[in-house]
């Protein structure tokens, strides 16, 4: 079989942009790990990254093989051709902009990339009351429609380019676990930085009165706030909150699908 020769290559945040691009018959890569959470003090370190996995292991339940598999990423990223222009994809959402500018300071600055900002894309061509925060909430029809609108893009200057390194340099040399969109920025905060929301979701669902489904409290929390974060961290801080008594429980702390909670405070 004749191998293809590629233009370009595509890199999402998102494991369904990814499929849905290589349908389109591109060469397609995704950074799957999500920076806005946990720590990323010194991520570019072996000591940084093993770090970051066991905080993850222990409060998010990711899986075990997350540092090898963080590691096969980094080479793939690393394979990219010099020559070989980029195309990332993202949304508007902390996520994709940490995940931008990771790939950014990876690639030193060699290959020419440009940016589809998918989120803008999606406002200007279906004119839906739908916000769109991440690219992996697109259909693989508005995929395609996205890319042939944007894939003449200019690329990056240098000077955006060194100010995206810039910023990861500021995440990096931090030691918040959670970073959130401000406007157009995405700043590092405190990680109890989403309970009183939390508390306020449960207040709406008469949680100082009765216990409400743990699974519906997140639920609400995810749809109401006015970004996008996920679950996982919400119910990281809920079992915080737990343990500082602030809600009590019924049922069993498996997962968010088996306890209810009630709030301690009215």
Not at 173 to 185: E, I, W, Y
Not at 196 to 212: H, P, R, T, V, Y
């Amino acid at each position: 079989m004749k191998k293809i020769e590629y233009s370009e290559i595509q890199i999402s945040f998102s494991e369904t942009t990814t499929y849905d691009l290589k349908q389109l018959n591109q060469k397609a890569t995704s950074f799957w790990d999500d920076l806005s959470i946990g720590p990323i003090y010194h991520i570019n370190t072996e000591v940084g990254q093993k770090k970051r996995q066991q905080w993850l292991f222990k409060n998010i339940s990711f899986d075990e093989h997350y540092f090898s598999d963080f590691i096969q990423c980094l080479k793939e990223i690393h394979s990219i051709p010099k020559d070989l222009p980029i195309t990332i994809w993202k949304g508007d959402c902390a996520r994709d902009h940490l995940g931008l500018c990771f790939i950014i300071s990876l690639l030193e600055g060699q290959n020419q990339i440009r940016v589809i900002h998918a989120s803008k894309a999606y406002k200007e061509l279906f004119h839906k009351d739908y916000e769109v925060f991440s690219t992996g909430q697109l259909s693989s029809e508005e995929i395609s429609k996205i890319y042939e609108k944007s894939k003449e893009n200019p690329f990056l200057t240098n000077l955006e380019k060194t100010n995206l390194k810039k910023e990861w340099e500021t995440f990096l040399n931090s030691t918040n676990l959670l970073r959130v969109r401000k406007g157009d920025r995405v700043l590092s905060v405190e990680e109890n930085h989403l309970d009183l929301f939390i508390i306020e979701c449960a207040k709406k669902l008469d949680a100082q009165n009765s216990f409400c489904d743990a699974i519906r409290l997140i639920g609400t929390t995810l749809s109401d706030y006015e970004q996008l974060i996920q679950d996982r961290f919400w119910e990281y801080r809920l079992r915080t909150l737990i343990t500082q008594g602030i809600f009590k429980i019924e049922g069993s702390l498996e997962s968010y699908s088996t306890y209810k909670v009630k709030l301690t405070i009215k």
